[in-house]
Structures are given as C-alpha cells and as structure tokens.
C-alpha cells in the first residue's frame, strides 16, 4: 500500500521559485573586483535564472550536460547555480587555484560543455583553452571594455525568461564539484537534486547555519569550494539577504559586514585571521555577527576566544566535499548557560554534533572492523553515512563505502559521550610510535601556539626503534628568531613526554595544496631521506 499524499520531487528548483516568490524583494549585494557594487533580489535571481536556460537551450545544452564556472562569489555566480540546474544540466564549480594539470583533467574528466568565468580569471582561460577538449562556450561574467567575446548580461539579456525549468528526477545530478586530494587525480562528487534539497534543509536549522527571514550571509567560503558549503541553495529557504565580495580582501570584508548588517558570515579560519589582522592594524573595531561559521580547518582556540568575546555565536563545522559538505556542526549544549567561558571554548574548539541526517562513527585504527566507544578519549577512523554522503566518485567503478554503507573519511577523531567530534589528525598523517598514535595536528596546533612561530608541521620520520617518530618543521615568524630548544620547552607541558618531537627543523616555508592545505605528501618527498637514530 502506497500513502496518500502528493507527490513533490525534491528538486533544487522548488528553493529558488520559494525564495522568489516569498522572499522576492530580499537584497543581494554583490561587491565587485573593480571596487563598484551591484544590487539584485530573489525575484531577479529567479527571472534571470530562467533566461539563463534559455540561453543554454540556444546553445544546444540539454538535461545532464555539465555547465561549468570559474568564478568568485557574487549574485551572476548565483543565478548561473539556478540557471544551469533549471536547465536540467549539471551545475560543475572550478577552483581556480587548482594547479594546471588538474585543470586540464577535470574540466575534460567533466565533459564541461560550457564555461562561465570571470574576467580575472581569463589568463586562466586562455592559457587551458587549448587543452580544454570539450568546452564549446566560453562567457564571461563580467567582460571589461571592448571585451570581443560573450559577456553575461549581454548573453542571457537575449531572452525574455517567459519558459519554465526543464523536468528532472530527484535522483537526478544537479551538482559536481572535486576534491583537490592530495593523492592522484582529483575526484568528482555528484550531488543530486535529493541530496542537495536535504541538505539545504539541515543548513538553515538553528543547530547548523541558524537562518531565519532577517538574516544577512556574507559567505566568504568560496562558490567553488564544496558548494560554497550549501549556503546559495540553503539561503533561499528563508529568504536570507546575500552580500557577496568578488575580492577576498580583509578590508572590504569588514567594511561590507558593518554597512551591509551582516549577521552572519562563514570562512576558513585564514579568513578570519586576516580580518583580526586587518583591525588590529588600522584600529578598526572587529564587526560584531551573530554567527560565525568557521570550517575546512580548525579553528584554533585563540580565534574561537576573540570572536565569543566579541558577541559571536561560533560555529565550528566540519565536512568535506565528499559530505556535501555539512558533516557536524558546533552549537549550544544543554548545559551551556551553567558553563564558564572557558568551558565553553573548550567545547567549541571540537568539530561539533552531526545534524539530523548523518550519522557517525570511528572504528580502530589497527581493526577497521571493530567500532570505538564513544568515551571521549579513543581516536579512531572516522566513517560517515546518510542521504548527502558519497556513495561512489564520478565515473568510477566501485563504490567509495564499505560493505556496510559506511565512507570513510580519512580523517581521525574522537567522539564524545555528548555527540561532540574532535579531529585529530588525518589517518594518513597520523604517526605511529612503539604502537601507538600520536596527532601530528595536535602537535602542530601546540607549536603554533608559540609567539615566534607563524607554521608548523609534523611528519613521522622512520626509527629503527620505534617504527616512527615525530619530526617538527617550523617556519619562524619575520623577524623573528627561535631555537629548537625554546620550541621544545614550549611543547613540554602542553603534549605527552612520547609525543615530543625527536627533532625541530626550521624550513623557509611549508608546500601547500591548491586549497591552501599542508601538503604532507610534499613534505615527506622534500624529506624522505631524512633519518632519525636509535
Ligand atoms: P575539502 O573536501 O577540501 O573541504 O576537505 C575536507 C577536509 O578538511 C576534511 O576531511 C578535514 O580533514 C578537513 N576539515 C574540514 N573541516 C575541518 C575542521 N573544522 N577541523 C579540522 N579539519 C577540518
């Protein structure tokens, strides 16, 4: 027997005819590269959107085709997200900072038949122009003077918006965005409409983003990195106001959170830094949100203290590309009033509770069949399950889960008696001593907390003895000097006596991903033949 009620396939499109048609006047601002700001609404989102299919129709794009863009966060960006999947394609979002050949690979590996960019991007363009296979169409978001190509405006503004959006499935792709791993080619994630609404849903929950009709997101997560972690598409659930910057500078930043009244905002923890760097430099005070997110990385105690004591509920989140990515999110416990402020950062600088929708666990490091207790001292290897984690890489040929549906993540953690996730480090990064794990993130974390220090990075080195011990590589602060010895007294009381580094090396810098991660893989090939004595 089937129930008895209406049928209303999760699609993406249903967000953006809500947001239109409930929230239509809602602001989106968007500051541009070249200093001027443009203004647009949902409705005009919405209506552009529709002549955006149009356009891709004209240009031969049907149901499943990949439409590409290479593009900063601003309101174009966003109505090319509805365009694209109003047209039954597949919306594909290229980081621009990813190297050359991965460049190359993924927009081919995508089959990216078109390509919107913005105009700063272009020496990307014509540079992989040639080694782009499929793309047919290139448009340019915002084309300077005398521009000969297509422009944006000039593209959609052909057609009057007067047809509706193309019929898909919920199980249908919407989305694909790839991961930069730091081993191989880059891998594609396939959202699909279903798994995209869902997570929309669980976004704006007060456990998560905490949206409501009055909020105002200056999301600074870029639109090409894990989905902008869902925010154009759980905005428009309520209708939240978006301020976008095609810069990541700290100063229009800040300046755009005060006018704009911003009151809620989500980076990486580098952006925030620059932004307390930016007004401790020129005095300015730091603007006061209602929530910060701050995901991608952690986000260290000092930055968690400064916002808190600033007014700002913080909320720090992990995920990945592969969870679409909202895995745990950081919000208050029960017993929040009745902690100390103290109590409270501690709490906040673990990685949150999972929200509604996924479920976690760790599993021993050594036996992936055994499951750990949630005691809040076993790290183990963290595996993910539910309806907007992976299930299998675009165009791969197995499955990413285990045989019981669980992902693996990669990452390493502890689970707390109260649902909290700490990350430890990542399994591939953790370093085995005499048997047992020691994090290299935590030991990084300690080290940086040393005044002189501005990049720290812990690798295990091979021992005779030990199977591994940990080497710590320091990049010093300008300016300023430091020896092995003081870093060493410094970690002493901070890490367990095992833990301490069997030696401190200071390197000029520390190689990074495109995405602006610590490459261990680089490191360990820079250091390979590296050897610590018995
Ligand atoms: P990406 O798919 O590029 O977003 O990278 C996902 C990875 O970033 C995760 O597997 C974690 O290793 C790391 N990550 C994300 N959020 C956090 C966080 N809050 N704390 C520590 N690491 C994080």
């Known amino acids: 027997m089937l129930g008895a009620m209406q049928d209303w396939d999760l699609v993406v499109t249903h967000l953006i005819d809500h947001a239109a048609r409930e929230h239509g006047p809602r602001e989106h601002v968007t500051h541009w590269a070249d200093g001027t700001e ?63 050949d991965q460049l190359e690979y993924i927009a081919n590996h995508a089959e990216d038949r078109v390509l919107l960019y913005d105009a700063a991007f272009q020496p990307i363009v014509d540079k992989m122009r040639e080694k782009w296979t499929t793309i047919e169409h290139y448009v340019c978001y915002d084309p300077p003077a005398g521009f000969a190509g297509l422009g944006f405006e000039d593209w959609i503004g052909a057609y009057d918006g007067d047809t509706s959006w193309v019929a898909v499935d919920e199980r249908d792709p919407c989305m694909l965005c790839y991961t930069s791993g730091t081993t191989g080619h880059p891998k594609g994630v396939l959202y699909e409409h279903r798994s995209t609404m869902l997570h929309a849903m669980a976004g704006v929950q007060p456990n998560s983003f905490d949206f409501d009709a009055r909020s105002v997101m ?39 959170l005060e006018r704009e009244g911003v009151t809620h905002s989500a980076g990486v923890p580098t952006v925030w830094l620059a932004m307390f760097q930016h007004c401790d430099a020129t005095g300015t005070p730091l603007p006061k949100l209602q929530q910060a997110i701050i995901g991608g990385s952690a986000a260290p105690r ?46 906040v600088t673990r990685q949150g509770r999972p929200v509604f929708g996924v479920e976690l666990r760790t599993v021993d490091l050594d036996d992936w069949t055994k499951e750990l207790p949630r005691d809040g001292k076993t790290a183990g290897a963290l595996q993910i399950r539910g309806p907007w984690i992976i299930k299998r890489y675009f165009k791969a040929d197995e499955d990413a889960v285990t045989a019981d549906g669980w992902f693996d993540t990669g990452d390493v953690g502890i689970l707390h008696p109260d649902g909290t996730l700490q990350l430890t480090d990542r399994t591939k990064d953790v370093i085995k001593s005499g ?26 080195i091979p021992h005779p003895k030990w199977d591994e011990r940990p080497v710590l590589f320091v990049v010093k602060k300008a300016g300023q000097d430091v020896t092995a010895d003081e870093i060493m007294e410094h970690l002493t009381p901070l890490v367990a006596k095992w833990w301490l580094p069997d030696a401190v090396e200071f390197v000029d810098e520390i190689p990074h991903t495109a995405t602006g991660k610590i490459s261990k893989k680089d490191l360990r090939a820079r250091f390979g033949d590296y050897r610590l004595e018995a």
């Open 38 to 100: 443009t203004r647009a609404t949902w409705a005009s989102v919405r209506s552009d959107a529709l002549k955006m299919v149009q356009a891709l129709q004209a240009l031969g794009i049907r149901k499943g085709d990949r439409v590409a863009t290479l593009a900063m966060n601003h309101s174009r960006h966003l109505v090319s997200w509805y365009g694209a999947v109003g047209a039954g394609g597949v919306l594909h979002t290229i980081n621009p900072r990813l190297f050359d």
């Open 435 to 460: 048997g047992e794990w020691i994090s290299s993130v935590e030991l990084e974390n300690a080290a940086c907390g040393h005044p002189k220090v501005a990049e720290a990075a812990a690798i295990g």
């Open 302 to 347: 000092f930055m968690i203290e400064r916002l808190m004591k600033n007014g700002s509920r913080v909320a720090h989140a992990w995920g990945m590309t592969e969870t679409s990515p909202i895995g745990t999110v950081g919000a208050p416990t029960p017993d929040w009033d009745s902690l100390s402020f103290e109590e409270q950062v501690e709490i």
């Open 218 to 256: 200056l999301p600074v997560v870029p639109m090409f990195h894990a989905a902008s972690w869902g925010l154009p598409w759980a905005g428009a659930i309520t209708g939240v106001k978006f301020v976008y910057s095609a810069v990541n500078d700290p100063a229009v930043l800040c300046e755009l």
